[in-house]
């Protein structure tokens, strides 16, 4: 059996649940009240914004800027990337493949972003090799084994140009990447 005391302690501990269990309760209708008038307000808000765009015609206003320098080059060597790589897919001798990469010359910091042939960098590598006695026996100088074959290389560049659409439309490309640019160097410093 439960005495006096411990009846008015159960007692007054069940009416503080309650009494806490009811403010609970009604914070949440509070907060279920808040959240649907919010919902109201931003439903009142659209239809309104929406009756006045079909009201009124909204004036529209381009704003063009200059490209800077950077990505002006950027675009040439990624257009002159872009045709040699459809250059050497379509070409037959792989000597005469390009590939393009950024070097770093000797004595300076500054890269540099180049398009060689494959018989460029094998005549320089092998007078390279020459020269750091790698290899035995005189040889030509890289400059005279490359001069006939740059030649070569032309002709079939030239000649692929005139028969393949795809190529001659990266050469465009290039091309106009490449005016932009000198034209844009022109305009901005004077020349």
Request: hydrophobic fraction near 35%; glycine fraction near 4%; charge should be negative.
């Amino acid at each position: 059996m439960i005495q006096g005391t411990d009846r008015s302690s159960i007692a007054l501990g069940v009416v503080l649940l309650l009494a806490s269990s009811s403010i609970v309760v009604s914070r949440i209708t509070y907060a279920e009240d808040i959240q649907q008038t919010s919902q109201e307000t931003m439903n009142e808000l659209i239809s309104e914004s929406s009756e006045q765009d079909a009201s009124e015609s909204i004036e529209e206003i381009i704003v063009y800027g200059e490209k800077p320098m950077h990505a002006l080059r950027r675009e040439v060597y990624r257009t002159e990337e872009s045709f040699f790589e459809v250059f050497s897919a379509l070409n037959q001798d792989d000597d005469f493949d390009v590939h393009c990469f950024y070097e770093i010359p000797s004595f300076t910091h500054i890269r540099r972003h180049v398009c060689r042939a494959k018989f460029v960098v094998d005549a320089t590598s092998a007078e390279a090799a020459r020269f750091m006695g790698k290899t035995a026996g005189p040889g030509m100088p890289a400059d005279l084994a490359t001069k006939r074959k740059t030649e070569q290389f032309r002709e079939i560049v030239e000649a692929m140009v005139a028969e393949r659409p795809e190529l001659l439309q990266a050469l465009d490309e290039y091309t106009k990447a490449r005016q932009t640019l000198e034209s844009e160097q022109q305009r901005r410093h004077g020349k």
